[in-house]
């Protein structure tokens, strides 16, 4: 790993703030980390624990000590399952431990090669960069640690034709400001499958990290600092010359740039959580800067040089946890590939990803499900032809590595996910993951213009996967069936076998009466928490102020109205206070605009009377997605009928979106000085509200 000295020396700095001492007499130690995307029978049972504790959850991969505080309030839920999770964390509690290990055998299959003749990859999503036809993936990881404040851990991935020593890394400090160096995973997102920024698509990159894993002051803030070096290795370019991936001011150039990352994230109230995400790919070659000067002057001027002489990512993500006696999760990622017209807040190239998890579902199954759609010219740029890549694949979302590489498009991805723990033992898993690329354009980023060269013919990827464990004398037994289509029309199927260190016991189901009585202890919590869901039916109002071009009039549709539907969970936060999230639907000028809300606050000023203020994110569906930032507020009358409609509310909203910006792609797109429109979007809405 090559990091620059003075980056090491700030790191440390910053590790030992002004006016503290590097090892304060009431910090506590640091925290080991859990494997991530390694062991996904266990992570699965652990991210179901998170859940069942209020946790609410941004990034990955998860600290030791934060599951360990969360088991106790998740065994009042599901005895079993923590049970399950607390013997698997026992090998953390040593002074030295082989903590994972695990080897595939698989017999494969694929039609490669039209991936790799078009310029694009057939990976396994998620995998670290494993390619589909890989035999063999190992995986290992020790740790040794000689006391609270210092931790090593030694850890390497290997797979055909490639290992790197992913999860070996260096740690010093204490749960306030830890400091990572090393090859360590992450995962900048809420999601489990669909993360755009940083996931574990591509190998694992050298790092520099300082972050803490116990929440801090009465916001439960949280923080993540991390400097790394990308590995360029591919061979697009627009000039002949291999591997001459920057073009800066019509020079090109060879290099491995920096990236640079800042997570924060606030818990202010019980199960929500709420975070922003921003990275930055500088330097690399010799024209462009690369000084901590640069980096600390401009990471936090996205409309600054970052736009000019770097690139750049961001994303706001959010968490609510549904403490009902069905609990459920429902998280948010709204991305931005660079900024847009109005503000630096308003992210550029958007990507929404939305997901719902149940962790406990009929006693014996659990269920995710996750939509992530981004606009174009996601994983490209104008300097760095690579885009935000390493060792030829994307950093963040998996479904971007299904494409040419180097072409800017868009796509919609979704993903559904069954457990199921049988009669019979052990944990089975079904997973089904569906791609579709927008075909508008499939040609080189710097050559584009609307409508030319003819767009490539992507089919539409489909996986379908079943895996089954089962714990045996100390080790975990299972075996996994992959098969699907990748978006260049080739076939692939993946049969592997593997065995796993230890693990202790897997989550069985509990018998009738332990299960009825988790169901009472669970309901006496929801009733705790004011926890409802609702559904929405009425009418909308709504008026469009659309901006084609700067040198084109803008208009004004007449105000229009259509049906209205929302769904949503909110759960009380105090004695006046509730917050949940809500997803809505209506059609504004013959389009349908979704809105999610992200923030739904309502404040009971009495028993019949509520203030609304939301904030979420519009998706408007014209000629190819266009999407923003909405906000809102509205009033409520509840149980406006006690007696005719009981749990019914009657209920007034007012939203209003600012510059929902859609890209000209289209060769029916008006010409002008700019590449997108905005679309202003006033919207009342009347409706009935009916509790559940």
């Known amino acids: 790993m090559t990091v620059p000295r003075r980056v090491f020396r700030l790191a440390l700095a910053l590790a030992c703030v002004p006016g503290a001492f590097c090892i304060p007499a009431q910090a506590g130690g640091l925290s080991a980390y859990l494997p991530l995307n390694l062991e996904p029978e266990m992570e699965r049972q652990i991210e179901r624990v998170l859940i069942l504790a209020d946790e609410p959850i941004l990034k990955r991969p998860f600290p030791v000590e934060l599951v360990k505080l969360a088991l106790p309030q998740a065994c009042k839920i599901d005895k079993p399952l923590c049970t399950s999770v607390g013997r698997y964390l026992e090998r953390y509690s040593r002074d030295y431990a082989v903590t994972h290990a695990s080897a595939t055998l698989a017999a494969t299959h694929s039609s490669s090669d039209q991936a790799f003749a078009a310029g694009g990859n057939d990976v396994v999503p998620n995998g670290y960069g494993m390619p589909i036809n890989s035999e063999y993936d190992l995986s290992l990881q020790a740790f040794v640690q000689p006391n609270d404040y210092l931790l090593a851990t030694a850890g390497a991935i290997a797979y055909k034709g490639h290992s790197q020593p992913a999860g070996s890394v260096l740690s010093l400090g204490f749960n306030w400001a830890q400091l990572d160096i090393g090859y360590r995973a992450r995962w900048w997102s809420p999601a489990t499958d669909s993360s755009m920024l940083v996931s574990t698509e591509a190998p694992t990159l050298p790092s520099v990290t300082l972050s803490n894993y116990e929440p801090l002051t009465r916001l439960g803030f949280q923080y993540e600092f991390f400097l790394a070096r990308l590995s360029q290795t591919s061979s697009y370019n627009g000039n002949g010359l291999p591997g001459d991936n920057i073009d800066y001011l019509g020079k090109f150039s060879r290099g491995n740039p920096h990236l640079f990352g800042a997570q924060f994230s606030i818990e202010p109230l019980p199960g929500w959580s709420l975070g922003v995400n921003r990275l930055l790919e500088y330097g690399g070659a010799s024209d462009l800067p690369d000084s901590a000067h640069f980096l600390l002057n401009d990471f936090f001027k996205p409309s600054g040089t970052s736009q000019t002489q770097g690139n750049q990512q961001a994303s706001y993500v959010s968490r609510f946890i549904y403490p009902g006696a069905t609990p459920f999760a429902v998280y948010f990622q709204y991305a931005g590939e660079d900024t847009s017209d109005g ?272 904030l979420g994110v519009d998706r408007y569906n014209l000629a190819t997605p266009a999407y923003s930032i909405y906000g809102g507020l509205g009033l409520e009358w509840l149980d406006f009928l006690p007696r005719a409609l009981p749990k019914w509310g009657l209920g007034l909203d007012f939203r209003y979106a600012q510059n929902i910006a859609r890209d000209h792609v289209l060769a029916s797109d008006p010409p002008g000085s700019r590449p997108d429109s905005f679309y202003k979007i006033d919207t009342a809405v009347l409706y009935l509200s009916r509790r559940f």
Do not use: C
């Open 343 to 614: 503000g630096s807040y308003l992210l550029g190239n958007a990507a929404l990803t939305a997901g719902i998890d149940f962790p406990r579902l009929w006693h014996h199954f659990d269920l995710t499900y996750e939509y992530s759609e981004w606009q174009n010219n996601w994983y490209v740029h104008y300097i760095y032809l690579d885009g935000m890549t390493s060792n030829g694949l994307v950093l963040g979302n998996w479904g971007a590595d299904q494409r040419r590489f180097g072409d800017g498009l868009g796509a919609r991805s979704q993903m559904l996910r069954i457990g199921w723990e049988p009669p019979f033992g052990g944990y089975l898993q079904e997973r089904v993951r569906v791609l579709t690329n927008q075909n508008y354009y499939g040609g080189d980023i710097r050559q584009y213009n609307p409508g030319e060269p003819p767009a490539y013919p992507y089919h539409r990827y489909y996986d379908f996967s079943l895996m089954y464990t089962r714990p045996w004398h100390g080790l975990t037994l299972g075996g996994e069936a992959l098969t699907g289509r990748d978006v260049f029309g080739g076939s692939f199927t993946r049969l592997s076998g593997f065995v796993r260190y230890g693990g202790g016991a897997q989550h069985v189901a509990a018998n009738d009466d332990n299960a009825e009585g988790d169901d009472e202890n669970h309901s006496s919590i929801s009733s705790e928490h004011g926890a409802e869901v609702f559904v929405d039916v009425g009418a909308s109002v709504s008026e469009v102020h659309i901006d084609l071009q700067p040198e084109l009039p803008k208009t004004t549709t007449s105000p229009g109205a259509s049906p209205h539907l929302g769904l949503g969970a909110r759960r009380a936060v105090s004695e006046k206070n509730d917050l949940g999230v809500r997803v809505e639907f209506d059609q504004v000028d013959s389009h349908s605009l979704v809105g999610v809300r992200a923030i739904d606050y309502r404040h009971r000023y009495t028993n019949s009377f509520a203030l609304d203020l939301f």
